[in-house]
């Protein structure tokens, strides 16, 4: 007793045809060429050295932590997260955090 036809795949989407698959999109990215705030200041404080006065002065001014965070700062920078983030001091600011905390200092 057959309660119907089989489904077999070749069946099912009949002679020489298959699923419809949308076609490749071309990929362009959505960036804009404009590069985000503070991109040039912290580009500069990436090749100053870490105990200088003014890189103490851009953690304090720019950043906006305490001068006893420039350590994890440079740490920070010199990851390079915050070249792809949209907000690159927030990136800096929670990458010196973690950095502080994985060094076990006051932040």
Known sequence: MRFGKS?????QFGMGRGPTVAPPKDYAPARST???PFHAEIEIASNLPDDSPEFRTFVVDVV???EHMASSVAAAIRQQKWKISPNPLASIRTAAHQEARKNLLPT
């Open 34 to 36: 404009r590069k985000p």
């Open 64 to 66: 906006g932590m305490p």
């Open 7 to 11: 489904k077999n795949s070749r069946m």
